[in-house]
């Protein structure tokens, strides 16, 4: 009898551990903490907006001086490096001068009417609008009267293009220079002086680019277009007056078909 007592007294079973856990926070939390959680987020959107600010900051310097970097580095026409375009810029992380160089570009066209354009991965040259006169530098352009550099470029381009865009450039030397100038290989020549020195800069500035390929143990060199030709100067208004001059006028038709208008 008494165990049957006992057993009507006892105490109810304690609460499992987990009902207790989601009780405890369940519970609101103290009127304080719940003050601290607004006044915590404005400020860190207050940092956020001021770091933000800062970047924007930063890249609009940077960009300010990359344009100034990529006129002087253009005054020879030659591609430079991205690491000399950003010489002296804030801008370390990669999405600030992915944004840097962005915004140098938009300023060098909006401002300057030249763009900045990737002529091979990392290195860039800046270009003059299509149709605009050719140039040495930046500062002489040499289409506005003839000049050795802008004659010579001009008949190299020409030649390439009727050989359809692609001309051995041992050809181009032995062949179709000396049946236009057959005093060509005079060194130096007296009006284009040393031709292979100009050949070579056209294609340090990126007018013309080079292509080799091994045959019979020999490596060929193959000139196209490059980069800033092609960026640079309309094909009719340069390829149309040499061809006027090399065929007499009568240009076959095959060669102004593929011209652009």
């Known amino acids: ?94 999405n600030q001068i992915e944004r840097t160089i962005i915004l140098a570009q938009q300023k060098l066209k909006d401002v300057y009417g030249v763009e900045l354009v990737e002529a091979t991965p990392g290195k860039y040259i800046v270009v003059m609008p299509k ?3 050719f140039r040495e530098d930046l500062s002489a352009r040499s289409g506005v009267a003839a000049s050795p550099f802008s004659s ?29 100038f057959p005093d060509i290989k005079t060194v130096p020549h ?6 292979d020195k100009l050949i070579q800069e056209f ?15 020999e490596t060929i060199g193959f000139l196209k277009w490059g980069v800033r030709a092609e960026q640079e100067i309309n094909k009719r208004s340069i390829v149309v007056p040499v061809m006027n001059a090399m065929f007499g006028g009568n240009i076959p038709h095959s060669l102004l078909d593929e011209l652009e208008t």
Do not use: W
């Open 152 to 180: 010579m470029l001009g008949v190299v381009l020409t030649l390439i293009y009727i050989q359809k865009g692609r001309l051995s450039e041992e050809y181009l030397k032995n062949t179709m220079l000396p049946k236009l």
């Open 1 to 94: 009898m008494s165990g049957r007592r006992n057993r009507g007294t006892m105490s109810p079973p304690p609460a499992r551990a987990g009902r207790r856990n989601q009780d405890f926070f369940s519970q609101p939390l103290p009127s304080g903490s719940r003050r601290s959680q607004p006044q915590f987020a404005s400020q860190t959107s207050g940092l956020l907006d001021q770091s933000q600010a800062d970047d924007s900051e930063v890249i609009e310097n940077s960009a300010t001086s990359a344009v100034k970097t990529a006129l002087r580095l253009a005054s020879n026409g030659k591609p430079f490096k991205r690491s000399d375009l950003l010489h002296g810029c804030l801008t370390k992380k990669r």
């Open 190 to 195: 007296p009006y284009f002086g040393n031709v």
């Open 203 to 217: 294609e340090q500035q990126a007018y013309i680019t080079k292509e080799t390929e091994s045959r019979d143990n």
């Open 131 to 133: 149709g605009a006169p």
